[in-house]
């Protein structure tokens, strides 16, 4: 059974390349070795798979339907009644795809407006200590003479923090990530940016903030999806065959 993830990095596997921001339906395996990699995480949207699901289910329902009509034998004297059902039944099928398209898009404005009220409803307020401890340490950073082992100190403190005091530092990450990729050099540029990423991603995973921006990107990521694909294929499929 495939289940979705949302891309955070572009990452391969296999010859499969996933783009970030986008959501992917992709198979167990595929799903832990992006996750477990930091190129993915999970989304957690079942209203709207569901939508996705209904659409499949119609579509199925609909080549059911169509063959029992195409087929049957009681239509063998009444090829123009067989004609009408199978008109309707087009109709139906449409009239339907189209309802949960449109179900599809009210559900996901209806789930970014929960959001953005959580968003709002929980305001971040900085923890003055903390603010005022990174400033400090940002601000040591620019006079460092081993910026890898004072970041790794750093990131020590960090990891000892509160979820709270975590939140004031994703505040603040921005300014030390400049301050030291300022001071970075191309002999330990690379060290220096593992132990920032480390850094966000601890301080990332606990934010509030982060979390419901991230979910709001997704809702991004679900609206770009085209969620009548079996519609579309079905409907290519009948004409080149010449159904009717």
Known sequence: MLEKIYV???ATVGEQVYRPEGIYA???QTKETLINGGFAVEVNFPSLDAIELAVERVVKDYEKNYKLIKTHSRYNDAESLRQYELEQLDAKLKAEVEQ???DYE???ETLEKEIAKKAIENAFKPDEQIAHFMDNATLQLQYSGDIVTDLRLLAVKINAMTDEQK???FYKFGQLKQVAEQKANDYNKEQVRDILNDIFENVRKVSKMARYDLQLKQLMAYRMRTIDTSYRILKLVKQQKGDN
């Open 8 to 10: 955070m990095k572009e």
């Open 26 to 28: 992709v198979d167990p």
């Open 100 to 102: 949960l398209k449109k």
């Open 106 to 108: 009210l559900e996901i």
């Open 167 to 169: 939140e004031t530092v």
